[in-house]
């Protein structure tokens, strides 16, 4: 049988010939190819049903061809799978009403990366950086009827090494991530998830897939493209605008003459502008003043005041008759990083301005929430960013060997209130400067920030992560004579290239270089700072995990600290979940294995034995499992030691450094079950250090520590209102609930957004003169309140010496009953015997939240709140319930 099969654009032809085309009243029809797709791979010949969007490692579970890629060594065994070259594909059946169409585009919003795209048989077009959208003209290809589409991907490690294989001129360091890591070599010559390779945090799944949404575009006239709308503080009339940036794809081979309207009712604003596109022109610009200024209400960022959006609708009409309207939602702020001398310092202050007002960034570091990125859905996302803001952070910084995160991201940080600073994606490498390579950076570029530019939420753009400091400190041994080959590829690719693009699609945020750099330093010195690290410039990473954590002054006093941290590992039940009892040891291979970071276990193991007991059980299991929560305990006090630092460095010089006015730490969250920096584990459970953020983060805290021989006591707020306060201080024995002695400062006034010192007492005096308590016998807390008892921020606390040297710590924390308290709600009531630091509860594979945690319990009796994010029981969290006290780490 022969069949007859028509292109769509014969079909146009054929119909123009016989039917009067009318207006068509929408300007595009989409067809959404999305759904079941088949996955073969061309060397292991598995044919499996994938999803789109998703990953192959996604399939291939789903069909049950392979376990959990999490599951103990998972990540090695399943190499096979990243180095198989897998080609999607499938059938669908294109019909409809096209008549009066002219073109039809096949649109990828992302392919995860190298990949040759086929309609019928026929290539339609390549792609090699999952960070762009691909437009592939079909309408000579499509056909009415069924169609085949497919996508081979080519192995990201293969391509990645054929790559540099081909760079003969010079090589493009690093070859490869440290063994530790377990990686793929050459990430930096693919435009995909660095991480995705392999990194001190994340295993390697070199995923491929078909990332995010695939659809056929049919349309007349033009399709839109992108569209951006921002708005803007004009200078010199002091009035909002509007800024609208559409780009079209433009079938008609004649001008196609348009016009737009903006509306915002709320504003009374309504603007409208006509344009013309051609093929070749075919991106338009406007800017369109708001009417109503006076009514414009700020966006501010958590903390700092309300967040309201204005709903906003832009229209496109098409002379052709087509109709294309998008509704967005507007948000008002400014923002701008101050770079201006400090009094008594020298170089140049370093802080976010948002609205006029200075902020202190208290936050972290976002990396992606999983190695295959389908799975991270809105819940998920909306868990771990409501945990960020519930932990009094508003900031994050999402980091340049992650991803560009999906939209959902930053319009929930828009709501809550979250600064982003955005790195592109580049990190800890050198990368090639080909016009290839660059002509795509300069299409992620664009398109990310235009896709982007709307968030208030992001607040600043950094070009990538460590590679002026890589080339400062010569991380990759280049030898000095080829030293300027690599710095003007830097400058080529980040300042020509990056930062061009950026400067025409985005002139609203500031930009900074690298992180860590000099910042305006940084410039003056041509791009490249000889010490990125100057605490007088820019922002810093920090990181040591030999000194004494609890001695502050081991911490460099920058201006802003943009990543430092310490690992720990997960809970039990997280670590259980992929593993089996014979893993239950620090020393197992599971454990070494997991473990990406060099000597990671002996640093953990070095910071626990500097300031706290060790287990002394001969139950390994145990054993096990306290080490999992000293190694929490630790990671907590190192870094609450170092934030408490830097928020009481915030108005203060000392030695020429200071005015710290931003710390986030490294890293918020996790990308799967293993050891890491983060707070936050893979499933979205807090870490001890998440429930002591939420304290050390709060808007205001009282911080102790000890400086010569002397207590000090300051007071830091980042309210926007003065307060007038008075300091508790107490001093327990360790073996007594009852107070040792109070303190009561008198009242002082607490100004908004300052850190004061509020008490300055030689410690050894002023323990003396309580009940003759030593430093091995006794520990302070200090509490921050109003004259009439209402308290700002936390009970905070000192340890005058290490825990492991101390007397009278024995008291233990028992669980005496679980209540339900409401809905999904129950209430925990504890017991304990004496003072007892670190209590810390465990829902193990319970999933929710406790309302505090890891605290100092100087009472009897606590009962705290716990939410579970799952139907349960009273008795089924009485059964999973752990709790664990420093004191359990002396029993047998
Ligand atoms: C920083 C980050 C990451 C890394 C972390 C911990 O330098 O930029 O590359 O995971 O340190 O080593």
């Not at 530790?180 to 990194?199: L, M």
């Not at 030691?641 to 918020?668: C, D, I, P």
């Not at 921050?784 to 000192?798: A, D, E, F, V």
């Not at 492991?804 to 308290?821: D, F, I, Q, S, Y």
């Amino acid at each position: 049988m022969m069949t007859v099969t028509l292109s769509l654009f014969q079909f146009v032809t054929n119909l123009v010939a016989a039917v009067v085309a009318g207006p068509s009243a929408h300007g595009l029809r989409t067809d959404d190819l999305g759904g079941s797709w088949m996955a073969v791979g061309a060397g292991s010949g598995v044919v499996v049903p994938a999803n789109v969007p998703g990953s192959i490692h996604g399939a291939l579970l789903r069909a049950g061809k392979i376990q959990d890629p999490y599951f103990r060594f998972n990540d090695l065994h399943y190499r096979w799978i990243a180095y198989d070259n897998w080609t999607f594909y499938r059938n669908f059946s294109f019909s409809g009403d096209v008549r009066h169409q002219q073109k039809v585009v096949l649109v990828f919003d992302s392919i995860d990366t190298v990949a040759k795209v086929s309609l019928n048989g026929r290539t339609v077009g390549h792609t090699n950086n999952m960070f762009v959208a691909y437009r592939f003209d079909v309408t000579h290809l499509l056909l009415l009827g069924s169609n085949e589409i497919s996508v081979a991907i080519e192995s990201a490690p293969s391509y990645a090494a054929r790559q540099n294989r081909d760079h003969t001129s010079y090589s493009v360091p690093p070859a490869c991530p440290p063994h530790k890591q377990h990686g793929e070599c050459h990430a930096n010559f693919i435009r995909k998830t660095q991480s995705s390779f392999g990194w001190d945090w994340a295993p390697a799944f070199a995923t491929q897939g078909i990332r995010l949404h695939v659809r056929l575009e049919t349309f007349a006239a033009a399709a839109l493209e992108q569209l951006s709308i921002t708005t803007h503080l004009e200078k010199h009339s002091e009035g909002w605008q509007v800024a609208v940036v559409a780009v079209f794809d433009v079938a008609s081979p004649v001008s196609v003459e348009g016009s737009l309207l903006l509306e915002v009712p709320a504003l009374d604003t309504i603007g409208s502008q006509n344009f013309s596109l051609t093929q070749s022109a075919s991106r338009i610009e406007f800017v369109i003043p708001i009417t109503q200024n006076d009514s414009v209400k700020l966006w501010w960022p958590r903390g700092e005041g309300d967040r309201p959006g204005y709903d906003a609708t832009v229209t496109f009409e098409l002379d052709q008759g087509s109709i294309i309207q998008r509704n967005a939602k507007l948000y008002f702020r400014t923002v701008e990083l101050v770079q201006q001398t400090v009094q008594g310092s020298p170089g140049l202050s370093f802080y976010l301005r948002i609205n006029g007002r200075p902020v202190f960034l208290r936050g972290a570091n976002w990396v992606p929430a999983d190695s295959f990125l389908e799975r991270v859905t809105r819940q998920r996302l909306e868990n771990l960013l409501q945990s960020v803001v519930d932990a009094n952070m508003n900031s994050l910084r999402v980091f340049g060997g992650g991803i560009y995160e999906q939209s959902i991201f930053y319009s929930l940080c828009d709501e809550l209130g979250i600064m982003v600073i955005q790195d592109f994606m580049f990190a800890c490498a050198l990368y090639p400067t080909e016009p290839a390579f660059l002509g795509s950076v300069r299409d992620e570029v664009s398109q990310q920030v235009l896709r982007l530019s709307s968030h208030p939420s992001i607040v600043m753009w950094v070009s990538n992560n460590e590679n002026e400091v890589a080339l400062a400190r010569n991380w990759f041994d280049i030898p000095e004579h080829l030293e300027p080959r690599y710095r003007s590829d830097y400058i080529n690719l980040y300042i020509e290239t990056l930062r061009n693009v950026l400067l025409q699609e985005d002139k609203s945020r500031p930009f900074l270089p690298s992180s860590p750099t000099n910042g305006a330093d940084s410039k003056r010195e041509g791009w490249l700072a000889r010490n990125p690290y100057d605490t007088h410039y820019g922002d810093v990473h920090y990181y040591n995990y030999t000194a004494d954590c609890w001695d502050w002054k081991t911490f460099p006093c920058a201006r802003f600290l943009s990543e430092f941290g310490y690992q720990s590992w997960p809970s039990f039940s997280s670590v259980a979940e992929v593993s089996l009892p014979e893993d239950w040891q620090l020393n197992s291979s599971f454990c070494n294995i997991r473990q990406h970071l060099i000597d990671g276990n002996k640093y953990i193991l070095q910071q626990i034995h500097q300031n706290y007991p060790i287990p002394v059980t001969q139950n390994p299991l145990r054993s096990f499992q306290l080490i999992l929560y000293l190694s929490q305990v630790s990671q907590a006090q190192c870094v609450k030691m170092q934030v408490e630092f830097y928020r009481r460095s915030r108005n203060e010089v000392k030695h020429g450094e200071g005015w710290t006015m931003g710390a986030l730490y490294w890293q918020l969250n996790d990308v799967w079950q293993a050891p890491s920096w983060s707070s936050l584990e893979y499933s979205g459970k807090w870490k001890m250090l998440h429930y002591f953020a939420k304290d050390f983060f709060a808007p205001v805290v009282p911080i102790l520590f000890e400086d010569e021989e002397d207590l000090m006591v300051y007071a830091v707020s980042e309210l926007n209102f003065d307060l007038k306060l008075i300091l508790k201080l107490t001093v327990y024995q360790w073996d007594s609930f009852q107070p040792a002695c109070h303190l009561n400062s008198s009242e002082f006034l607490l100004y908004a957004r300052t850190s004061q010192s509020v008490l300055r007492r030689p410690l050894s005096t002023l323990l003396e003169s309580c009940a003759h308590c030593s430093p091995t016998r006794c520990l302070l807390t200090a509490q921050l309140m109003t004259s009439n008892g209402i308290h700002y921020g936390q009970r905070n606390y000192h340890f005058p010496v290490p825990l492991h040297r101390v007397k009278g710590l024995h008291g233990l924390v028992k669980v005496a009953a679980v209540n339900p308290a409401g809905p999904q709600r129950f209430t925990v009531v504890l017991k304990a015997s004496a003072v007892s630091p670190f209590v810390f509860l465990d829902a193990g594979t319970l999933h929710g939240r406790f309302e505090d945690n890891g605290f100092l319990m100087v009472e009897p009796v606590k009962s705290v709140i716990f939410r579970a994010w799952q139907k349960t029981s009273a008795h089924e969290l009485k059964r999973k319930l752990t709790v664990t006290s420093l004191c359990d780490v002396f029993q047998k």
